[in-house]
């Protein structure tokens, strides 16, 4: 048989069983493959042009992205997709996701090294902080947050975890991108948020003893566990490595959901499961998450069998 991709013709060459994406980049074709081939995304997509008989028919994960992604026949995945090389007649597809920007996208996500991880995700924001700040100088505001900053990073740090990002007065952190245990990683995550609570208490005595006035700041936690995808992202010239996927959105509506439950820190029930009925909660509830149909069950974390338990006053209400 003849393969043609985006019109080139494609050596074949001892290729029996080799993919369409495996040909395609062989052939020096800058062919997306953002999963690394695992049926994880669907850059890797093509239009078959001619001789979709000559394809061997969708594997199991193939036609299980294509259903959710509700692909038409044609749009086949060149990752899992093996043409029948010992067939007669000719082959012709077309990347779909192909263009200049594409291809140095390519360069730039495989120098990351993009990858699905199973990590543990915590968000943790000010409460009241918008009006505290209002009768503050901007340099004021930027030392105190700083100073916050400061006192809650060491919190994650200290537990093994990353910043990821600063939003406004919250903070997004990881656990586990070392590649930690999910139970460790679990443990590390729930005592840094133990730890950030704590440290709050003192932050807000720093504000009275520094002259600053204002309701004593409270703030919530939401962590939560889950498989996302980690790597650097955004602008090749301006990357930034982060965490994308449905846990982190989860871990971050939990920690919303902590004003209304009254309670300084959620946790999920996926990750309650990782600390082996070590977590000492003060009950459950069922949470509505923005974005889902289904309520969540979290619990009203307060501890960790060995460390200590937090108060749950340590909230807004
Ligand atoms: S490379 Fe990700 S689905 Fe093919």
Redesign the pocket.
């Known amino acids: 048989m003849d393969l043609y991709i985006d019109g080139q013709a494609i050596p074949l060459l001892e290729s029996e069983g080799d993919t369409l994406?495996r040909l395609s980049l062989a052939a020096g074709i800058p062919h997306?493959?953002?999963?690394?081939?695992?049926?994880?995304?669907?850059?890797?997509?093509v239009r078959v042009l001619e001789g979709a008989d000559l394809l061997a028919p969708p594997t199991a994960a193939e036609r299980k992205?294509a259903k959710s992604l509700a692909f038409p026949p044609e749009i086949r995945?060149?990752?899992?997709c093996r043409p029948r090389v010992k067939g007669k007649g000719r082959v012709s597809v077309q990347r779909l996701i192909r263009d200049t920007l594409d291809a140095e996208n390519l360069l730039a996500i495989d120098e990351a090294g993009v990858r699905e991880m199973n990590l543990v995700i915590l968000f943790s924001d000010l409460r009241g902080f918008t009006s505290f700040a209002e009768p503050l100088l901007p340099y004021d505001t930027v030392h105190i947050l700083n100073r916050y900053f400061r006192v809650m990073g060491d919190a994650v740090l200290n537990h093994h975890g990353v910043i990821d990002k600063y939003m406004g007065d919250g903070l997004m952190a990881l656990f586990g991108v070392e590649g930690e245990a999910c139970e460790q990683a679990a443990e590390n995550g729930l005592r840094a948020g133990l730890a950030m609570l704590e440290a709050l208490e003192s932050f807000n005595g720093y504000l009275v003893d520094n002259g600053y006035r204002g309701e004593p700041l409270a703030m919530g936690v939401g962590i939560h566990a889950g498989t996302v995808v980690y790597g650097d992202m955004g602008h090749p010239g301006q990357v930034s490595r982060t965490a994308i996927g449905d846990p982190v959105n989860v871990a971050s509506r939990l920690e919303s959901a902590t004003k209304e439950a009254g309670h300084p820190i959620l946790v999920s029930e996926d990750f309650k499961r990782l600390l082996n009925g070590r977590l000492h909660s003060a009950g459950e509830l069922e949470v509505a998450l923005k974005g889902k149909s289904e309520p969540t069950l979290a619990s009203k974390a307060i501890g960790l069998a060995g460390s200590p338990r937090c108060q749950p006053d340590q909230v807004s209400s």
């Open positions: 994406l997306q493959h953002a999963c690394g081939g695992e049926a994880r995304c669907s850059t890797c997509r992205l995945l060149a990752c899992q």
